[in-house]
């Protein structure tokens, strides 16, 4: 534009009349100024619609982590009903705080399934639209027998809930949450529902019927555009999120960015050279305000994926750094993060030199995950550490525990493999406080030891947890492991041991080789589950001098096959 300006200044032919040149020069500058303020409009709306896409991912992520505060307590309860066989009392201690008024359900009720159909146990909180006899209350059930967690909108009820349900072989808990009649709520204050209008449906079409919460009257929905949409898993439907914003995402500025342009350009159509100057300058200003506005949001949107690699940091921090050196024992030890949220988890192993030549293992689960699990999972490990060093045996070592530990004052559960070796004897004195039953390897094959099981720390009361011996024979092998190793959704827990069984056999190389292949091969693309893994393997060097005698070549044969002693 100035080349131009320079051309016709610089011109020999007769220069135009002033009226001429004064129309010359306000046409260019209508001209410059329209394609400006047509640009700045574009870029506007451009950049308001990252905003926008941005904004709702952030919303959407934090409904989902909403999810696990409703997830978590009807788990947990579950987990109780069977460790305590259904005690009503337990559970309704447990599940009251989360019924009062305000809390996260307006009642909870525990089923038993009888004959497939589900039968009242207890119920605690308000009255609920659905019982265990009603077409809805067994729909659910069975919905929750084939899906971690079940969903169902109670829209046509009075007053409207949504209702969830968990459950397993033998137990079904069941809760209903209260949604406002109109379904119209505040504004969320969270920085991620700022400046946006939103409305949430049950399913993945915004109808009313599907409706749950809006900030908006309903009467003005569906949303004006622009609008958003985020599909957010929630058990076996989905949450679909639709926003729209509530004031100019780019902010004040942003939005009278066409209007200060056009309003200068008109202002200086007389000095059409400067005006374009100026807002050229305005636009690179504007696009490059608009790509710092979106960085800095994806840079949130990393934060996310960050927050996953600083649990797993957390985790391994509480974890051992390297087992001690036992003389006689190799250890090989292992921890794989599951691939459900981003939250810390409370799966541990331990391994302790104790007095007088001895040494100890721990292998623990707490339910649930975040950071109040890795609290109890600390707490229960540094616990169980020093009755360990102070030479107590297994069984006395899980007492003493439980008496520390309380499911309704801790919020979680604590299921242990806890053992005491011998190295100059070559056994082990093991207690379980509800943990899966340890895996033993010889030459003659691999089986699972048949372990007393005792409550899991935290159901509360003092509790005796009964020992089993094991005199091992050398060079055998004992694996322990939580849960995750042997859960998969598309099996029994009863086909997960079974597998893990089949695919363990006695080591030739380095143990921590061994267990190295065996984790990928177990868990195939990835645990859904924490796992942690500690497997430990005898000398192959005898406790005795081999036999000179033929005849005690069938003793030295039984010797290959662990012997269990209570």
Do not use: C
């Not at 003005?220 to 958003?228: E, I, K, R």
């Not at 600083?310 to 390297?322: E, F, G, K, M, N």
């Amino acid at each position: 534009m100035r080349e131009e300006l320079r051309l016709i200044s610089t011109r020999s032919v007769p220069q135009p009349r002033p009226s001429r040149v004064v129309l010359l020069v306000a046409l260019v500058g209508l001209l410059v100024t329209a394609g400006a303020w047509w640009t700045a409009r574009q870029l506007d709306r451009s950049n308001e619609r990252d905003l926008l896409r941005v904004q709702t991912r952030q919303a959407a992520d934090v409904i989902g982590s909403a999810v696990v505060a409703i997830v978590n307590p009807l788990q947990n309860s579950l987990h109780l009903a069977e460790e305590t066989r259904g005690d009503a009392g337990a559970l309704r201690r447990y599940l009251e705080p989360y019924t009062r008024r305000g809390a996260t359900f307006v009642g909870v009720a525990v089923w038993r399934l009888a004959g497939g159909r589900p039968a009242p146990v207890m119920d605690v909180g308000g009255t609920l639209i659905q019982d265990a006899d009603s077409p809805g209350g067994a729909g659910i059930a069975a919905r929750a027998r084939t899906h971690p967690f079940a969903v169902q909108g109670l829209f046509a009820a009075t007053p409207q809930r949504i209702a969830y349900a968990v459950a397993d072989r033998t137990y079904v808990v069941y809760a209903e949450r209260a949604i406002p009649m109109n379904r119209q709520v505040p504004a969320e204050r969270n920085s991620a529902f700022a400046d946006l209008n939103f409305a949430t449906y049950v399913g993945d079409r915004p109808t009313a019927a599907a409706l749950t919460t809006t900030d908006v009257d309903p009467a003005d929905l569906p949303l004006p555009a622009p609008t958003a949409r985020e599909s957010i898993p929630f058990g076996d439907t989905h949450i679909l999120l639709v926003t729209s914003p509530a004031t100019h995402l780019g902010g004040t500025f942003a939005a009278r960015l066409p209007w200060i342009s056009l309003g200068i350009g008109l202002l200086l159509t007389g000095v059409a050279a400067l005006t374009a100057r100026q807002l050229v300058g305005r636009r690179l200003v504007a696009e490059t305000d608009a790509a710092t506005i979106k960085q800095l949001y994806e840079r949130l949107d990393g934060l996310y994926a960050q927050q996953r690699s600083v649990s797993l940091t957390l985790q391994h921090a509480l974890l051992p750094r390297t087992n001690p050196v036992i003389d006689g024992v190799e250890f090989a030890s292992a921890y794989v993060a599951g691939d459900q949220g981003v939250e810390i988890g409370g799966d541990w192993y331990s391994v302790i030199a104790m007095p007088g030549g001895r040494f100890g293992f721990v292998v623990g689960d707490v339910s649930g995950r975040g950071v109040d699990a890795a609290a109890i999972m600390a707490r229960v490990r540094f616990t169980l550490r020093a009755y360990l060093l102070e030479g107590h045996d297994a069984a006395s070592t899980l007492a003493m525990a439980a008496r520390d530990l309380d499911v309704v004052r801790d919020g979680h559960l604590v299921t242990v493999l806890i053992g005491v070796g011998e190295p100059a004897t070559r056994t082990l004195t093991v207690a379980s406080a509800g943990h899966p039953p340890p895996l033993l390897a010889t030459s003659s094959g691999t089986r699972y030891a048949d372990v007393a099981v005792g409550p899991p720390l935290g159901v509360g009361g003092a509790a005796r947890y009964p020992a089993t011996t094991l005199e091992m024979p050398a060079a055998s092998m004992l694996v322990a492991y939580t849960d995750g190793l042997v859960e998969r959704r598309d099996e029994d827990i009863d086909s997960g041991l079974a597998r893990l069984a089949a695919a363990v056999t006695l080591p030739a190389g380095p143990l921590p080789s061994w267990l190295a292949e065996l984790l990928p091969a177990q868990l195939g693309d990835g645990a859904a589950d924490d796992v942690a893994v500690l497997a430990l393997r005898w000398s192959g060097d005898a406790l005795d001098d081999p036999p000179d005698d033929p005849g005690d070549a069938a003793s030295e044969a039984a010797a290959s096959e662990p012997t269990l002693l209570d």
